[in-house]
């Protein structure tokens, strides 16, 4: 089962159709996101997950991408970084989906997340994707991209790196009814637009109009105009623009 915990928490908080940011955020001062040094302990290898400042924070989103072939994951587990939240996760296929989020915020800095691998070689994990509070929070991390090897072989690499040209991804869960997830990759720091708009070309929703990092982001639209009116069931694209390139797809809201 997918998760969107997140997107659900982040729509409770929506007041007026406009999701609400805690008071002090920015666009400025990214927060970081990594992947530890793995430790052993007895028979298992123990890969944590940082991040350098979790104030504010109320929902994180993450999507590591691994070698399913190569080892099994055993667990995944909160530290105590983050007592008082809720955290779920599932595996799809190569991707370890995670999904965290609490009513009140967080605080400190350091490990919050370990993955639990049993055995074997130190496991290879990538960030694809890291969401802090729907997109609210500016978030760096190195993405990993994956890379088919040369040749017949079918074997898959990963690179860390920025993405190297503009990405906008489907949208997640599409269908949707009440919330949905727009994830984008940037190469390098630019002024970004988000839209929504109706098959007749109009716009209804401005969700993003600023100054974004190079990586990964996540907005999320609540299926509402700019004056906070639900928008009736139907089709409707969003489109990403930055100073040099447009990008577009195609969503399906059911009441």
Do not use: C, M, Q, Y
């Given at each position: 089962m997918k998760s969107v915990w997140a997107a659900i928490l982040l729509a409770l908080l929506t007041i007026g159709g406009t999701v609400a940011a805690p008071a002090g955020i920015g666009q400025d001062g990214a927060r970081q996101v990594r992947i530890g040094e793995a430790r052993g302990e007895n028979d298992q290898i123990i890969v944590p997950l940082e991040?350098?400042?979790?104030s504010k924070v109320v929902a994180i989103d993450l999507n590591l991408v691994f070698d399913s072939a190569a080892f099994a994951i055993a667990e995944v587990r909160?530290?105590?970084?983050?007592?008082?939240?809720f955290a779920i996760h599932n595996v799809v296929g190569d991707t370890l989906k995670i999904a965290i989020a609490s009513a009140q915020e967080g605080?400190?800095?350091?490990?919050?997340?370990?993955?639990?691998?049993?055995?074997?070689e130190v496991p290879e994990f990538g960030l694809a994707l890291v969401s802090?509070?729907?997109?609210?929070?500016?978030?760096?991390y190195e993405m990993a991209e994956e890379e088919e090897a040369p040749g017949d072989s079918t074997a898959v690499g990963m690179i860390f790196a920025l993405p190297a040209a503009l990405r906008l991804e489907q949208n997640f869960p599409n269908p949707f009814n009440a919330a949905t997830i727009i994830s984008f990759g940037l190469p390098?720091?630019?002024h970004v637009r988000l839209a929504i708009f109706n098959v007749a070309g109009q716009r209804l929703r401005l969700l993003v109009d600023g100054e974004r990092s190079a990586g990964g982001h996540e907005v999320v639209w609540d299926g509402r105009d700019d004056d906070g009116a639900p928008a009736a069931s139907g089709a409707f694209f969003y489109q990403l623009q930055t100073e040099s390139s447009i990008r577009v797809r195609r969503m399906l809201l059911l009441r």
């Open positions: 991040i350098d400042d979790l909160k530290t105590d970084l983050l007592a008082g939240f605080k400190g800095s350091g490990a919050f997340i370990e993955i639990v691998v049993e055995g074997g802090l509070n729907g997109g609210l929070i500016p978030v760096a390098e720091r630019t």
